[in-house]
């Protein structure tokens, strides 16, 4: 089956949640579209520091509330997929583009293996 296609209201999407998230004091280090070739949609997928401590149910509720918060309805969010930032998929992204100069916003990351994973696509919004 075809992946499905990431779209501007999608790339759109991703300013409104990294902007809720840090407004309510969850610092964003990373945040990228990935399509894994085990899901078939593509994937929302962050990492805080502030989230790490959690459960994977007990942050996904923090994101889901917070992004309630600031008025976007769980039918306007994408699938996200909260992951640790001692993940070594998100370790190996922070490596190489972490520590940049230059805007990530728009690269493409797809069609390598970053730490354990390997991705058919992707794209950075934001790796800090």
């Not at 300013?15 to 610092?27: F, H, K, N, T």
């Not at 085990?38 to 962050?46: A, M, N, S, T």
């Not at 994101?63 to 918060?69: D, I, K, R, T």
């Not at 969010?77 to 998929?89: A, S, V």
């Amino acid at each position: 089956m075809d992946k499905a296609t990431l779209v501007e209201v999608d790339l759109n999407r991703s300013e409104q949640i990294v902007s809720a998230l840090e407004a309510a004091g969850i610092r964003v280090v990373v945040a990228i579209w990935v399509h894994f070739p085990e899901y078939e949609y593509w994937r929302f997928v962050l990492a805080s520091r502030s989230l790490d401590s959690l459960t994977l149910g007990e942050a996904n509720s923090k994101v889901n509330g917070v992004l309630a918060e600031a008025g976007l309805s769980v039918w306007e969010i994408p699938t996200i997929f909260i992951m640790k930032t001692t993940d070594p998929f998100i370790r190996a992204i922070r490596k190489v583009f972490g520590k940049t100069e230059k805007n990530v916003v728009g690269m493409r990351l797809g069609g390598r293996t970053w730490g354990d994973r390997f991705i058919e696509d992707g794209y950075a919004y934001k790796i800090a």
